[in-house]
């Protein structure tokens, strides 16, 4: 279980250095201005992500716990 919570505290850091990231960045990797609407864009993409990563998370706890019985 230590594991475990070291993956989830690592995850839970990276995703807020790329939320700070997304938040300071002026122009992205093409080229274009970031305006609110597009870091909000930006925002909700990664969120998409953590939420998966949160999914993905909670499976492997799932099969984790059930193994340790």
Same mark, same amino acid.
């Given at each position: 279980m230590k594991i475990w919570w070291g993956v989830n =505290?690592?995850?839970l850091i990276l995703f807020a250095i790329g939320t700070i990231y997304l938040l300071n960045?002026?122009?992205d990797g093409a080229g274009a201005v970031q305006s609110p609407q597009i870091r909000m864009v930006?925002?909700?993409v990664l969120g998409g992500f953590f939420i998966f990563v949160c999914l993905?998370?909670?499976i492997?706890? =799932?099969f984790v716990k059930r193994r340790n019985k």
């Open positions: =505290f690592t995850w960045r002026k122009i930006s925002l909700a993905c998370q909670l492997v706890l =799932f």
